[in-house]
Nanobody
Framework: QVQLVESGGGLVQPGGSLRLSCAAS??????MSWYRQAPGKEREFVAS????????NYADSVKGRFTISRDNAKNTVYLQMNSLKPEDTAVYYC??????WGQGTQVTVSS
């Protein structure tokens, strides 16, 4: 059974940082991604990383501020989020290719 468990969300002031983690079973051989969904909006792609970590992709809205990484020995993918903005407020979801989702973790950016 595939399990994805996100952690690391919380409340942070604008300009602050958070690091999200996603622990996943059956992890090392597939692409992993982060998505987010703000209230009243559709879920949107944030970042992805290939199985070896050699290829990463980012949404334009987070380029230069967010970094996705993975530790295959720990079956964990990370999302380092810097220079956070109020518009980054959302529930962040981890996705394991092709269709597996975590339960989400809330990120709120507010003063």
């Amino acid at each position: 059974q595939v399990q994805l468990v996100e952690s690391g969300g919380g409340l942070v002031q604008p300009g602050g940082s958070l690091r999200l983690s996603c622990a996943a079973s059956g992890f090392s051989s597939v692409t992993m991604s982060w998505y987010r969904q703000a209230p009243g909006k559709e879920r949107e792609f944030v970042a992805s990383i290939s199985s070896t970590g050699g290829i990463t992709n980012y949404a334009d809205s987070v380029k230069g501020r967010f970094t996705i990484s993975r530790d295959n020995a720990k079956n964990t993918v990370y999302l380092q989020m810097n220079s956070l903005k109020p518009e980054d407020t959302a529930v962040y979801y981890c996705k394991k290719y092709p269709i597996y989702w975590g339960q989400g973790t809330q990120v709120t950016v507010s003063s």
